[in-house]
């Protein structure tokens, strides 16, 4: 008998992305950032389904465990409804004097700059600095060349993501390589620029 797996097609890309969205791009049960599979709620073998309805972003750990553990559909159903990052999200306010602005230049159109990409930059930004999607703001979004794409967030998180990007941190490029590549050319850099401006 041929083995199922080995004929199973990709999940298209819309899926992937519609997916990782709902989670924020981290893991639905434990809110880790890295290392994200898409997990079939029933499994692949017995419906041969990949609508988004049917899958979860788990991390390695959790996907695993849930394998080990033999969880079932209303296993998943709660983290699918409320995962990790809708659990946590109530920010702590942060006075002004905490708050910093910081210009972010992504080689992509600001016509191209829609609601839906200005949310997703925010939670790839958030994911990859920590902190909840809930302390970023897009305050601007102006053409300069390309976008220049102004947002106010914590202090600590501006001067982070700052020094990330002035190590070429690859975890960086990686958190908005998918976001930058709707609108590149191959070979740019997803973000060429930043400065930290102090908020009022």
Not at 9 to 38: K, M, N, Y
Not at 77 to 88: F, G, H, I, T
Not at 114 to 131: K, P, T
Request: hydrophobic share 40%; glycine share 4%.
């Amino acid at each position: 008998m041929p083995d199922s797996t080995s004929q199973r097609p990709d999940i298209p890309v819309p899926i992937q992305r519609e997916v990782l969205h709902e989670s924020c791009h981290r893991c639905a049960v434990c809110g880790f950032g890295l290392s994200i599979e898409l997990a079939h709620i029933i499994p692949w073998r017995r419906t041969q389904d990949h609508r988004a309805a049917n899958l979860i972003a788990l991390c390695a750990t959790c996907h695993e465990m849930a394998d080990l553990q033999k969880w079932n559909s209303k296993d998943f159903e709660v983290y699918k409804k409320k995962p990790w990052a809708l659990r946590v999200n109530v920010a702590k306010p942060a006075s002004a004097p905490q708050q910093a602005m910081v210009d972010l230049i992504l080689a992509r159109d600001a016509a191209d700059m829609g609601e839906y990409q200005r949310i997703q930059l925010v939670q790839m930004i958030a994911a990859y600095s920590g902190v909840m999607i809930s302390e970023l703001k897009v305050i601007a979004v102006t053409p300069s060349n390309s976008s220049l794409i102004r947002l106010e967030m914590p202090k600590a998180a501006a001067e982070s993501l700052i020094a990330s990007f002035q190590s070429e941190d690859p975890r960086l490029a990686s958190f908005l390589d998918e976001f930058a590549h709707a609108g590149m050319s191959p070979g740019c850099a997803p973000l060429r620029r930043t400065r930290r401006h102090q908020a009022d």
